[in-house]
């Protein structure tokens, strides 16, 4: 799930530093977080949602200090102190290079929304060639899966 921050609070436009900061927070969803609240108590889990207006957050499989497991923990954003995550996020921009050099000129990167569209037909997200088919599809997809096992290496 990606989120797209073009305007907020009576229609003022964003600065690319507020933009840059809600892209960072959306990039978080669907991953492994550590939030820590302004009462000290630290929960671990997974970031499911994110409300951008007041930073409310939902969290799944929340575990808390002394180890108990939430199935659900909603966080008003007022107590959330800290937000922070372990897992490096993934490098698109780093993949739609190596794409570039396999389909030059062909390749959009739209790293605010967290996909790459190759030759206006094939688009691939972190998890792999996501629309398109074909000999292009395929070829864009072992590139991907060239980079995946090189990233983990």
């Known amino acids: 799930m990606y989120y797209t921050f073009d305007k907020a609070n009576e229609g003022t436009a964003l600065s690319v530093a507020q933009r840059k900061f809600f892209t960072e927070i959306a990039a978080l969803v669907d991953k492994t977080v550590s939030v820590v609240t302004t009462t000290g108590k630290?929960?671990?889990?997974?970031?499911?949602?994110?409300?951008?207006?007041?930073?409310?957050?939902?969290?799944?499989?929340?575990?808390?200090?002394?180890?108990?497991?939430?199935?659900?923990?909603?966080?008003?954003?007022?107590?959330?102190a800290q937000l922070s995550s372990t897992e490096k996020p993934f490098d698109l921009k780093a993949l739609a290079n190596r794409l570039e050099k396999v389909f030059p000129t062909?390749?959009?990167?739209?790293?605010?929304?967290?996909?790459?569209?190759?030759?206006?037909?094939?688009?691939?997200?972190?998890?792999?060639?996501?629309?398109?088919?074909?000999?292009?599809?395929?070829?864009?997809?072992?590139?991907?899966?060239?980079?995946?096992?090189?990233?983990k290496a």
């Open 42 to 80: 630290t929960f671990n889990g997974t970031l499911i949602g994110i409300n951008p207006d007041n930073m409310s957050l939902c969290i799944a499989d929340a575990k808390d200090e002394s180890g108990h497991i939430s199935h659900r923990v909603f966080l008003n954003g007022s107590v959330v």
């Open 106 to 151: 062909m390749v959009k990167l739209y790293e605010d929304k967290g996909f790459i569209w190759v030759m206006d037909k094939v688009k691939l997200t972190e998890k792999g060639v996501v629309e398109g088919s074909g000999p292009a599809a395929e070829r864009v997809q072992r590139v991907y899966e060239q980079f995946m096992s090189e990233a």
